[in-house]
């Protein structure tokens, strides 16, 4: 079982940033961290939960929803067992609960939620214009 926890959120106007940080308990997960594929997710209110940035650092690979690119960059320290999102340049429509998950499955690896075995509890990031 994979314990994820989530910190960082907050509000800020548009154009700011944030730093979100997820933090993986080590010792729950027999895996090494650098082999889990790790995602970020967000959901606003009414709307489906969508797949934000990837990283599977075993092979070097990212991904960034459309939305995002340019300006979100997905990092993980695996000294710490933990996944950063940066987020810069943010807008309105970034306003969201950004939820960190994690894959035991190389194949779930992506922006897909379904594709996620573990959730963390969330953090909520408002960006006001």
């Known amino acids: 079982q994979v314990q994820l926890v989530e910190s960082g959120g907050g509000s800020v106007q548009a154009g700011g940033s944030l730093r979100l940080s997820c933090a993986a308990s080590?010792?729950?997960?027999?895996?090494?961290?650098?082999?889990?594929?790790m995602g970020w997710f967000r959901q606003a209110p009414g709307k489906e939960r969508e797949g934000v940035a990837a990283?599977?650092?075993?092979?070097?690979?990212?991904v960034y929803a459309d939305s995002v690119k340019g300006r979100f960059t997905i990092s993980q320290d695996n000294a710490k067992n933990t996944v950063y999102l940066q987020m810069n340049s943010l807008k309105p429509e970034d306003t969201a609960m950004y939820y960190c998950a994690a894959t035991k499955a190389a194949m779930g690896w992506g922006l897909l939620p379904s594709g996620y075995n573990y959730w963390g509890q969330g953090t909520q990031v408002t960006v006001s214009s």
């Open positions: 990283i599977y650092t075993r092979y070097g690979n990212t």
């Open positions: 080590e010792y729950t997960y027999s895996t090494p961290f650098y082999n889990t594929p």
